[in-house]
């Protein structure tokens, strides 16, 4: 198993496990389109002996309260099914976390599974008066701070990449 960023011949395998993991077309059509736009921030990929694509996370920009302070947002976070229950997930999230703390992103955004997201650190994005454009889906909202003092002075909605907004 190697974990590492993206690089262009990876396109088609991550396009293939994203319509496999969720079972539909929107993350692998989100991921392509963030990619065609230029706003594809990061992309880790998780691939198998073969070098198969077998994980991904993608990292984009997002604005806070209508202003770029370096945040990025990670969606989506899929693993192909046999590959599950490895600790996979948690590999890609670290490998980003740390490439966007070396690049000096301030803090990452997400939405998903509080428990899991808990476990990597994440926190509740309401305890900071940060909010998603989705209401129904707060409490899975979680922010990562990467720099010091990412979170002082900063609340008001969390806007993702136009393309997120189809969805």
Known sequence: ??????????????DSLLRRAFGRDDEADLV??????GLLTLGIVATDDEGGVVGYAAFSPVE???EDRQWVGLAPLAVDEASRGQGIATQLVYEGLDALNEFGYAAVVTLGDPALYGKLGF????????HCPWQSAEAAFQIYPLAEHA????SGLINYAPPFNRF
Do not use: N, S
């Open 1 to 14: 198993m190697l974990i590492r960023v993206e690089i262009p011949v990876d396109a088609a395998g991550i």
């Open 151 to 154: 979170l002082e002075g900063v």
């Open 64 to 66: 806070v309260a209508g």
């Open 32 to 37: 392509q389109e963030l990619r065609e736009d």
């Open 123 to 130: 926190r509740p994005a309401a305890a900071y008066q940060l």
